[in-house]
C-alpha cells in the first residue's frame, strides 16, 4: 500500500450553525461534519489540512449559506453499503426547501417496508448538508432524530424555506 493511500485531506469552514469539518480523499468529498457530531471523526497523523484542495467545495457552501445555492455539484465518496449508497442517492433528489418522511423515502428506493433502515442510513450518512439528510423528517411531521443536533436540523429547514425562489 502506498503511503497517500490513507492520507485524509480536510479543510474548515465556519459556518451559522458552527464550524465544518470537511474531509476528502484528494478526489471527491468523502465526509462534512458538525461540531459535536457523535460520527465527526477523530484527526490523525495522516490528516492535512488543504484548502485548496477544498476551494469549490467551500464556494458552494459559503452560497448556499448565504441563501443563493440550492443544488451542489460536486464529487463525493460516502463509505457506505449498498443500501446505504442507494439512500444517500435518494437524498439527494429531495428538492431545495421540501421534506419527505422515512417512509416515503423507503417507498421510493423500492422497498417500503425499509423506514427504519432508512433511518438508519440517514444517521449515518457521512455527507451533512451537501447529502442533505436534514429533509427526512416523520410520518407525523416531527423533526426526528439527526446526529448534528434537531436545532441545526431545525435552522437549516428554516434556512431553505427562506431562501426558495
Not at 477544498?54 to 451542489?72: R, V
Not at 448538508?129 to 432524530?145: D, E, F, M, W, Y
Request: aromatic share 8%.
Amino acid at each position: 500500500m502506498h503511503p497517500q493511500t490513507d492520507t485524509v485531506y480536510y479543510t474548515e469552514l465556519d459556518s451559522p450553525i458552527g464550524t465544518l469539518l470537511i474531509t476528502g480523499d484528494g478526489d471527491a468529498i468523502t465526509g462534512l461534519h458538525m461540531e459535536q457530531q457523535a460520527t465527526r471523526p477523530t484527526m490523525g497523523e495522516h490528516w492535512h489540512r488543504d484548502d485548496q484542495r477544498f476551494q469549490e467545495a467551500l464556494e458552494q457552501l459559503t452560497a448556499y449559506f448565504e441563501g443563493t445555492l440550492q443544488q451542489f455539484d460536486l464529487p463525493l465518496a460516502g463509505a457506505g453499503t449498498g443500501f446505504q449508497q442507494a439512500v444517500w442517492a435518494a437524498l439527494r433528489e429531495i428538492p431545495y426547501g421540501q421534506t419527505e418522511t422515512y417512509g416515503q423515502l423507503a417507498r421510493r428506493i423500492g422497498n417500503q417496508k425499509a423506514s427504519r433502515a432508512v433511518g438508519l442510513a440517514n444517521r449515518r450518512n457521512p455527507i451533512g448538508i451537501i447529502v442533505p439528510c436534514h429533509r427526512v423528517i416523520g410520518a407525523n411531521g416531527s423533526l426526528t432524530g439527526y446526529a448534528g443536533g434537531i436545532e441545526r436540523k431545525q435552522w437549516l429547514l428554516a434556512h431553505e424555506q427562506a431562501h426558495m425562489g
